[in-house]
């Protein structure tokens, strides 16, 4: 991961809130400290690039005003697989002039240095490149951070398996449980309570976690369940019993045209309805080219995954999105696209404890 700390000036606070929450963990690197440098941008280029080869995250610690002056970090991120996320200090130019004014020797800058980089900042834009942005408040001598507001995102949800056994169990016409007694009505039941059972853990993960965290453009619900044989459905949609065993019928694979026809379709459908500033994320397994391919084909890069699910078993995934949604800590997201998909299984999660 490759934080890019991007401040409104000089005097906001960067190099304090770099000391503060991420020089544990962080390769610092700043123009600042190259001043006797001509090279001073491809010097930094190559800091970044060389910290971010040996898997260490890496914090760039300059004004960063413009787009063009991002763009060259953010290609060295990219090029690395690093997620890329902002800072964005919310200073005032007369606050930082204030600041400025205190410090002494090449630290300080003149006045109107400050206010000319007010006149040239640029706001930083997830279609950058940026995975993620964030607001930082300076009060008292403390940092509080919240999240900036991010592109529109709609979650694509894998199915659950309709040949396991708790599929036996919903689908047998003895069975009395609520479910079961609603699935054979002639409304149906939610398609999502449906394949909450026939997966526990791992869908109900995945269907918290999206009604969570989903930003969806307008008139659009926040996931969508890819499904055998019917497409991107909603998961609040009622399905009966006898569309149930229909799924039942439909192998998932690419080369099924049951299943593939329907999936391309609607896919297809929602890239135009959804907008060109929309990210789709898929919760399932990006090591499967059956669901890869396919969407790859409609969205390419805005076609991303959680980070943290390489490696990782279906329930340990399952448990790390409650776990978040529990938390209200969204995860990282990287382009599914180019992707390392497959990794060492990561440590088993701590106890999940739930925020008040």
């Known amino acids: 991961m490759i934080p890019v700390e991007l401040a409104l000036l000089t005097g906001a606070g960067k190099t304090s809130f770099f000391r503060a929450r991420l ?8 123009k600042d400290l190259l001043r006797n440098r001509r090279d001073r941008q491809a010097r930094q280029l190559e800091l970044v690039e060389e910290a971010l080869a040996g898997g260490r995250p890496v914090v760039v610690d300059n004004l960063n005003a413009t787009a063009t002056e991002r763009a060259a970090l953010i290609d060295v991120a990219r090029r690395r697989n690093a997620a890329v996320v902002g800072y964005l200090f919310d200073t005032t130019a007369g606050d930082c002039a ?12 003149p006045d109107v240095a400050i206010f000319a980089a007010a006149r040239r900042f640029e706001p930083p834009t997830h279609e950058e490149g ?7 408040h300076a009060e008292a001598g403390d940092f509080r951070v919240s999240p900036a507001a991010g592109p529109a995102i709609v979650f694509l949800l894998s199915p659950a398996s309709t040949s396991g056994e708790r599929a036996h169990v919903l689908l047998n016409e003895r069975t009395s449980f609520p479910l079961a007694r609603q699935l054979r009505s002639t409304t149906g039941a939610p398609l999502g309570d449906v394949f ?24 659009l619900c926040p996931a969508f369940v890819i499904t055998p044989g019917e497409g ?5 949609e009622p399905v009966t019993l006898a569309r149930l065993r229909a799924h039942a019928d439909v192998p998932v694979k690419t080369s099924e045209p049951r299943y593939l026809e329907p999936l391309v379709r609607d896919a297809a459908a929602l890239e135009r309805l959804a907008g060109a500033r929309c990210r789709f994320v898929l919760l399932g397994s990006v090591a499967s080219t059956r669901y890869v391919e396919p969407l790859l084909q409609i969205f390419g890069d805005r076609l991303l995954f959680p980070s943290a699910f390489v490696g990782r078993g279906d329930m340990s995934r399952g448990g790390l999105l409650l776990r978040c949604v529990d938390q209200g800590e969204e995860l990282a997201y990287e382009h599914v696209a180019g992707a390392v998909r497959h990794g060492p299984r990561p440590p088993r999660l701590p106890k999940r404890t739930r925020r008040a």
């Open 196 to 219: 909450t059972f026939l997966s526990s853990l791992y869908f109900r993960g995945k269907l918290t976690y999206a009604r969570a965290f989903g930003r969806p453009p307008a008139n």
């Open 98 to 109: 204030e600041r400025n004014r205190v410090r002494s020797g090449r630290a300080r800058v």
């Open 130 to 136: 940026f995975e993620r942005l964030h607001v930082v």
């Open 23 to 30: 020089a544990a963990t962080h390769v610092h690197v700043s």
């Open 232 to 236: 991107l459905r909603d998961p609040a």
